[in-house]
């Protein structure tokens, strides 16, 4: 397994933009699909973005497509969620994850978990 560490989140006015990187340990970063999945208060954790081991490859929840992109450089170890034209509804909890081998989109597909990182949007 890799470990994960989630960091850029923050506080932001709707319409804002802030980008999110994962950072991942381990010499085999590259042979693993990458996902954020984000929890709001009161909610249940839901997939927000994925993205295939090499890069080529990447999946959306609907309510995200056209303002956030999912992105990785697997010679830094590093995935990335680039957020713009945020909402209050993005308000919350956001995990990176990591399931070694094929891009896959359910949580339960996915066996290492970051910390998670708060991003708050105010209106």
């Known amino acids: 397994q890799v470990q994960l560490v989630e960091s850029g989140g923050g506080l932001v006015q709707a319409g804002g933009s802030l980008r999110l990187s994962c950072a991942a340990s381990g010499r085999t970063f590259s042979s693993y699909a990458m996902g954020w999945f984000r929890q709001a208060p009161g909610k249940e954790r839901e997939f927000v973005a994925a993205i295939s081991r090499g890069g080529g490859t990447t999946n959306y929840e609907d309510s995200v497509k056209g303002r956030f992109t999912i992105s990785r450089d697997n010679a830094k170890n590093t995935v990335y969620l680039q957020m713009n034209s945020l909402k209050p509804e993005d308000t919350a909890v956001y995990y990176c994850?990591?399931?070694?081998?094929?891009?896959?989109?359910?949580?339960?597909?996915?066996?290492?978990w970051g910390q998670g990182t708060q991003v708050t949007v105010s209106s």
């Open positions: 994850a990591a399931r070694f081998g094929i891009l896959s989109t359910p949580q339960d597909a996915f066996n290492s």
